[in-house]
């Protein structure tokens, strides 16, 4: 059993997390929660898992020192970027596609916002016979084109979603309303560490893999361990994926958030930095939200931050103060991701931009004897096109 | 007041409930229809407070819960509303339990009661998180009804029967609210007889509750039977006397031989 001590019984890291869901869904939470259990003590279970990682993914991913990006302390980035499909997505849909198989669930459905999960579903949907459907909000099926032609070229069903905000938020709504009509057979393969219990727990144990080889290569390639860790917080699965194995540690954990325009602007997506506590998609965690409790629009250039809430172990990362959130404006990650390209000849995701502008911020002002180890989430080719765009606009 | 509700319910057999989204398209209008499904025979109404992230409903009530608020309302509206129909009908509040956490939980109970408001659904608090919410709703004497689903094992079912009051909310089949597929009636039967020996509170079927038929199919066990999306496909697009005509329309249809005439 590799559960560590939180969450709790009822799924809550502190008072965060729970199961907030329509009654029809607590079976299936409940199934799903045995499945988990059974197959996190199976050793064969996470051969199966391991052995993917290394033959279909292309773990583990290599550690890289990313010099003429560094100020005065050493950079190394974590190349996620590297995986197969290009994030680190695929490390949780692997898994959960593992475990739906286990169940004898008959199909997979997923949401997605920048298109990165939707194709990391659709490729283990590919890859073990599972039809899979995709919900995805208008607005992000018209930004994120590329990304939907990939997931219709492995066979994925794209739905269009045209309720709310027509973004991330809602399509997850939608996953959730069409899990409910079809709970019997269909496995939702929820995105990051959000979601109610055991989502987040689940998703954690997926991705910590991250965390789990970078602590060894910290080791084994810089003889020591980093000073600080650095992530960007979407939903919070790849910064939870390479904070976990260094919580017992004495090293800093920085979580970046997106700021968009700025934390105060009203246009950001900075659920821990601008938003309180409240209830959304099955957890309780912080959130952007007005007064009354209605969840906000929100916005950042990185479509895969532009989400209003944010998982619930971060939330009691945040009051425990074991982490710090910060947040990088939509300017800021932009500067880094050019730099980062033309200084070291790697392309990142927009949303590890964010990561990678505190990186450097956090590089300036420790020693070289320190060490800052960065998650590089994902690579940046799906972002190319958009940002091409807003530089021949301004 | 969850008494009164409850006698309410035991007035007719099987009892109409319809549920309304508050606000749509106008306080106004909620209010007037609410008049005419009382006059039509309603024996309790269910009251939507909008909300624009509703996991448990379909596009209907999703879509009315948008218009609400596109005009504005706000947990406090709904509120002063049911002030104004507290002694015309008994009223159950239906919202998604962020709203009643930012309003403030203690706050709400007390504030809900105050306005003659006899419960409060919260389909997104079941028996995992009833523990944090129940005692308050009940210390200030705020009936809780519980949904039970198709896919509640029967064990479960019968703990959310005992810790339910006011009602008991039967969810008629899988999936969200809305007005398009029938209700299960032999799942349903089956599983109403299981809630009979756990509970004597009134057993209410709701989700897809559309037409006099699927009335005549629930009435032989059911005490209740709700009905939000086909009445609020009914009135859309209309407002004021022409939305109370065509919702006595709906009612005429739906409750046969004990329609009371609007
Ligand atoms: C490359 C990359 N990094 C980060 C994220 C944000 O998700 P999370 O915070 O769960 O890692 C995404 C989401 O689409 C992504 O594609």
Known sequence: MRASAQPDRRGYFGAFGGRFVPEVLAFALDELESAVDAAFADDAFWSDFH???CSYVG???PVYRARRFERCAPVVVKREDLNHTGSHKINNTLGQALLARRMGK????AETGAGQHGVATATVGAKFGFPVDVYMGARDVERQEPNVALMRMLGARVHSVTSGTQTLKDATNEAFRVWAAEVERTFYVIGSVVG????????REFQRVIGDEARRQCLEEHGRLPSDVVACVGGGSNAIGIFTAFLGDDVRLWGVEAAGKGTQSGETAASLSAGSIGVLHGSRSYLLQTADGQVCETHSVSAGLDYPGVGPEHAYLKESGRATYVSVRDDEALTAFHDFAAAEGIVPALESAHAL?????????RNSSDLVLVNLSGRGDKDLAYVRGLSSGA | MSSRLESALRKHKPAFIPYLMAGDPDLETTEAVAHAVRACGAAALELGVPYGDPLADGPTIAAAGQRA???GTRMCDVLALASRLRDAIPIVLFTYYNLVHAYGLEL??????????????VPDVTLEELDDVQPIFEKHGLAMPLLVAPTTPAQRAGTIARRASGFVYVVSRLGVTGASAAPNVDALRG??????EATRLPLAVGFGISTRKHVEAVAPFADAFIVGSALIDAYSGTSGADAVRRVELLAYELLGSSFRGG
């Open chain 2, 191 to 196: 599983q109403i007889a299981g809630l009979r």
């Open chain 1, 357 to 365: 502008a505190f990186a450097r911020t956090l590089s300036r002002e």
């Open chain 2, 69 to 71: 608020l596109e005009r």
């Open chain 1, 106 to 109: 008959e199909r997979l459905i």
């Open chain 2, 108 to 121: 709400f109970a007390q504030d809900a009661v105050r306005s003659g408001v006899a419960g409060a659904i």
């Open chain 1, 59 to 61: 773990r583990p991913s």
């Open chain 1, 196 to 203: 109610a219990h055991p989502y987040p727990y689940m998703v």
């Open chain 1, 51 to 53: 052995g993917l990682l």
